[in-house]
């Protein structure tokens, strides 16, 4: 069984542009989530959508967007790019079904800004 | 913000000593899971411990759930080099935030041969 998969893995975009990351989660999992890693504020909660729907929104700025699609496939937008952008962007699946809702991981996608 | 902390922030061993770390948080939870990232990759899920469960083994791996205390911690036994890893505690808290995991700031641990 694949896993969470991420495109792309590495990119270099420059302040003011914008940037799309696609997620493809596990096969049959309905939750995708999205998650900006930096070394200063560490794992952050960016979004989570859950059959097309965001059920919950982390502390990001409207530039940070996200959706999913019916096949539950994701991407997440960053809209006029800061040097503050730069950072791990991890998309995540889970099957959202209740208690013991274990959480996968994809390898993420190192974003750059210059 | 972050859940919790985690405690210690880095940890230094040898190839077959056992590494211990543990994971305070803020709120109450549902699960908490254990994570491992290797340096530029992506999270490995390691554990999930549910809120009513207080131990927990994989392996070499054993986790333990004080939710009186608000903590929990992660036991890697006979450890290896490929051991060598920063390690996330991560809890989710009440039905509507299943997918909403808060992490702890990690523990960087170092196995030398």
């Known amino acids: 069984k694949a896993g969470v998969t991420q495109t792309p893995r590495y990119l270099i975009k420059t302040r003011g542009q914008q940037v799309t990351l696609s997620c493809s989660p596990i096969s049959g999992h309905r939750s995708v989530s999205w998650y900006q890693q930096t070394p200063g504020q560490g794992l952050q909660f960016l979004f989570e959508?859950?059959?097309?729907?965001?059920?919950n929104k982390g502390n990001f700025p409207g530039r940070f967007s996200g959706r999913q699609f019916s096949n539950s496939r994701s991407e997440m937008n960053v809209s006029t790019l800061e040097l503050g952008d730069s950072a791990l962007y991890l998309c995540?699946?889970?099957?959202?079904?209740?208690?013991?809702?274990?959480?996968?991981f994809g390898e993420g996608s190192w974003l750059t800004v210059v | 913000s972050q859940q919790g902390e985690e405690d210690p922030q880095a940890l230094s061993i040898q190839e077959g000593e056992n590494a211990t770390m543990n994971c305070s948080y803020k709120t109450s939870i549902n699960n908490l899971q254990w994570y491992r990232q290797n340096s530029g990759r992506g999270l490995v899920h390691l554990i999930l411990i549910r809120s009513n469960e207080r131990e927990k083994h994989s392996g070499r791996l054993r986790v333990t759930l004080d939710t009186s205390k608000k903590s929990s911690s992660l036991l890697i036994t006979a450890s290896r080099a490929a051991d060598t890893a920063s390690y996330f505690c991560?809890?989710?808290?009440?039905?509507?935030?299943?997918?909403?995991?808060?992490f702890g700031a990690g523990t960087q641990v170092v196995v030398t041969p």
């Open positions: 991560a809890t989710d808290g009440t039905t509507d935030s299943w997918g909403k995991l808060q």
């Open positions: 995540a699946s889970s099957l959202r079904t209740g208690e013991g809702n274990t959480i996968y």
């Open positions: 959508y859950f059959s097309e729907t965001q059920r």
